[in-house]
């Protein structure tokens, strides 16, 4: 998936003005015991993050998502026909579709909180699985449009010093992602008999941190 110079331009513009970025609500965490000697961190007072740190795990976190995980549900997606996309294994389990679109919905809940003060749904989306028989090409769509709404967001969320940033709740969103790709993964190739050898065609960890060192500057 080739990125356009606009892409290109905003993480640049980005990267630039994060750096008049002032963190608040810093920590400071002190060493101590842990269990069987291993020495581990508690919370004490207020730390200094510098913000090229943070600039960094905003980054990383923006590209595993955008330039690794979802050139991985695309392809997927490429590979399977409708009725692959929303038939169910054996009972109980969830359809690739069905798996996306929980992917989809997380994705959809993170963008409208980075946008607003408050809780962002009633309840949780643990058995969140939907079958909506919809085309790979639209659900694509769909995934797509969610992946660059929230990425705009987070991007806005980091230039805004009104709003404080949840390093918790993007990792959450980015290992959640990760994890449920592993499903849609394995469960394709099973599919399609088709060995999809992302690790050999580039999306693999080194090409990820060039990326990463390309669109920061290091």
């Known amino acids: 998936m080739q990125r356009s110079d606009e892409d290109m331009n905003a993480s640049l513009l980005f990267s630039w003005r994060f750096s008049d970025r002032r963190m608040r609500n810093r920590q400071l965490f ?11 961190s508690i919370r004490k007072g207020p730390l200094s993050m510098d913000d090229k740190t943070m600039e960094l795990f905003l980054r990383l976190s923006m590209n595993r998502m955008v330039d690794h995980h979802l050139p991985k549900i695309r392809h997927c997606l490429d590979a399977l026909n409708t009725q692959q996309l ?19 919905e997380q994705i959809r809940r993170h963008t409208v909180m980075y946008e607003q003060v408050g809780p962002v749904a009633a309840s949780g989306i643990e058995n969140y699985f939907p079958d909506l028989e919809i085309s790979p090409e639209e659900l694509a769509q769909k995934v797509e449009e969610a992946f660059t709404l929230w990425q705009g967001a987070l991007q806005e969320l ?50 990820l941190r060039a990326i990463v060192e390309r669109v920061s500057g290091t």
């Open 30 to 40: 002190k060493n101590t015991e842990g269990v069987n000697g291993v020495t581990t």
């Open 86 to 104: 929303w038939e169910h294994e054996v009972n109980q389990t969830n359809s690739v579709g069905g798996i996306l679109l929980h992917i989809y």
């Open 158 to 207: 980091a230039l805004d010093e009104s709003k404080e940033i949840d390093m918790h709740s993007i990792y959450h969103l980015v290992e959640h992602t990760s994890y449920h790709l592993g499903q849609i993964v394995d469960r394709a190739q099973k599919k399609t008999g088709k060995a999809f050898k992302f690790v050999q065609n580039g999306l693999n960890e080194r090409n």
